[in-house]
């Protein structure tokens, strides 16, 4: 019998996630378990008032335009600049490879893996330092939460990758998204918490904008996600009371984590990484509890860990 990895490549890349895995080995149903091993804003925005045409018409103009003109207002997309919306920014990450002829990338590690395999699915060399054709930053960084400059927008085609960086607007770079050869990434699952909606957005100059356009196709945003995209990006109350929860909640967990022994290493306002003695034991002890984790093949020390729902934090001290 095939096995998952051998059917699906993907399967194998490093992910938070694998709650199924999980449950196999320690046991226990999806309610019994407390899922930290992701990035994702635990107290999602509220999707309601769908109307039945969201579900059963293709996606209009109207809706696509809708999204759009939210997303140039609450990322405050410089002038000139496009926006694609997109099946989440790993569709958009899958497909920026071809946007250029074959050469040098400079992807600095460690940092969110899919980018690297995109390039090099498409035949591109992979390296962490050093003159490139391409660049990708992830900004804050996946896993460390490291910042970047507007001077390491550097390479010809540069890539910044800001799936998490509705948590501290004010360092965000999308001010370089009209200059020649850069995209700035949104994600809209991981501040929102609606990772299961799939959206994603691409913001640079109209032609290479468009060349992406032209990759992804038709309707490749469905018609729920574009209403509750637009709602959401209009809704500034909801997203300042939510960057004030998070930060709160993220100085609560570094408390329980280094008083159990463990030091900060970064992070972001969503998930926090931590230097521990021995990752994989940190890891099962908490699995033991039903609580799950992060731990990277590239480090024996490194534990990752989300946000806990408000239900959740009892759960994580007693585990911890």
């Known amino acids: 019998m095939q096995r998952l990895n051998d059917l699906n490549p993907r ?21 019994d378990w407390l899922d930290l ?24 103009h109207g809706a696509f335009k809708a ?14 600049a496009a926006i694609l919306p997109a099946p989440g920014a790993s569709a958009i990450i899958a497909r920026i490879p071809a946007l250029a002829a074959t050469g040098r990338v400079q992807i600095t590690m460690p940092t969110y893996n899919e980018h690297a395999a995109a390039f090099r699915a498409q035949g591109w060399q992979v390296q962490s330092d050093g003159p490139a054709d391409a660049r990708v930053i992830v900004h804050p960084n996946n896993p460390d939460g490291r910042l970047w400059q507007a001077s390491d927008a550097d ?47 691409a913001i ?40 004030a929860r998070l930060a709160q909640n993220a100085t ?23 230097q521990v003695d021995n990752a994989a034991q940190w890891q099962d002890r908490l699995a033991r509890a039903h609580v799950w984790s992060r731990i990277f093949p590239y480090s024996d020390s490194f534990l990752r860990l989300g946000l806990p729902p408000a239900d959740g934090w009892p759960r994580l001290e007693a585990a911890l």
């Open 252 to 274: 609560r967990l570094d408390g329980l984590v280094t008083a159990a022994g463990a030091a900060l290493v970064g992070g972001t306002d969503l998930f926090r990484l931590y």
């Open 37 to 60: 091993s992701t990035g994702i804003n635990p107290l999602p925005y509220p999707v309601e008032n769908l109307r039945p045409s969201d579900w059963t018409e293709l996606p209009d």
């Open 204 to 243: 640079g100059q109209p032609e290479l904008i468009a060349r992406l356009n032209d990759l992804t196709g038709p309707w490749a945003v469905s018609g729920p996600a574009l209403r509750i995209g637009a709602r959401a990006l209009q809704d500034q109350d909801w997203a300042e009371a939510t960057r």
């Open 155 to 201: 390479a010809p085609l540069t890539i910044i990758d800001e799936s998490f960086c509705d948590v501290t607007p004010d360092a965000s770079l999308i001010h370089l998204a009209g200059q020649p050869g850069v995209i700035v990434l949104k994600s809209f699952g991981k501040f929102w918490g609606l990772a299961g909606l799939r959206l994603g957005f």
């Open 67 to 80: 999204l759009t003109a939210a997303a140039h207002q609450f990322w405050q997309v410089p002038e000139g």
């Open 11 to 31: 399967a194998a890349r490093d992910h938070g996630g694998g709650l199924d895995a999980a449950m196999a080995e320690f046991g226990g149903d999806r309610a």
